[in-house]
């Protein structure tokens, strides 16, 4: 069954607005989850590195002002878009690990339509 | 971590072996070999990781060369099911590494009857 939880699975705003994607662990704590994007026909693009209780860590070219992380207990990292615009529009994947030398396992992603 | 080179694209028929290959040359000792697949708007699917021998799961068998170099994924029965994007990726294993992954572009793999 599914380990990592994501919602909502999709959502669609207008422009200007912000948007609070959820990814949840499911019976495990996440000290690190991981989120990314991808775009129709690409493959997935690593956003940041989400930790427990500190900053997260961006990946060269993301702006941290407007995707927005926050990983405030064990089993719960939001992304908030801030201020969407229509090239935001992607498939958000967010992703934990049970224990430290476990595999990642993925959240079945968010769909974001910007109007 | 290092960089892996697949396929862009392999088709197989529908109750045979799907035997998806990679390349990961540059490969540390360290580093282990991952599979992922995607099938169509969805997070990613873990299948299976090795270091150097080879493994089998419930769902598939991992073929890593003696020197490392490549490796081979084996869905042995393959079904419609099975078409999706295959990932492999290579990365280090250990507390003190973040465990992130980054995908590359992955092989698109079409099942047909």
């Known amino acids: 069954g599914a380990v990592v939880s994501q919602h909502p699975s999709r959502v669609i705003c207008k422009s200007g607005t912000s948007v609070k994607i959820e990814c949840r662990s499911l019976?495990?704590?996440?000290?690190?989850m991981f989120w990314y994007r991808q775009f129709p026909k690409q493959s997935l693009m690593l956003m940041a590195t989400?930790?427990?209780?500190?900053?997260?860590?961006?990946e060269q070219g993301v702006e941290k002002d407007k995707f927005l992380i926050n990983h405030a207990s064990l089993t719960l990292s939001t992304l908030t878009v801030t201020s969407a615009h229509p090239e935001d529009s992607s498939f958000y994947i967010c992703?934990?690990?049970?224990?430290?030398?476990?595999?990642?396992?993925f959240g079945n992603g968010t769909r974001l339509t910007v109007t | 971590d290092a960089k892996t080179t697949q396929p862009p694209s392999m088709d197989c028929a529908e109750g045979r072996a799907a035997n998806l290959p990679c390349n990961h040359s540059?490969?540390?000792?360290?580093?282990?070999v991952y599979w992922y697949r995607q099938i169509h708007s969805q997070g990613p699917q873990y299948i299976i990781h090795?270091?150097?021998n080879n493994e089998t799961n419930e769902m598939a068998s991992l073929i890593i060369t003696e020197d490392r170099k490549s490796s081979t994924l084996i869905l042995p029965h393959a079904t419609l099911r099975d078409t999706a994007v295959y990932y492999c990726?290579?990365?280090?294993?250990?507390?003190?590494?973040?465990?992130?992954?980054?995908f590359g572009q992955g092989t698109t793999l079409q099942v047909k009857p």
């Open positions: 992703s934990a690990k049970l224990s430290p030398n476990s595999p990642l396992h």
């Open positions: 019976d495990f704590q996440a000290t690190t």
């Open positions: 989400s930790n427990e209780g500190s900053k997260a860590t961006y």
């Open positions: 540059t490969i540390s000792g360290n580093e282990y």
């Open positions: 090795g270091l150097k």
């Open positions: 990726i290579v990365r280090v294993v250990g507390s003190s590494n973040t465990g992130k992954l980054i």
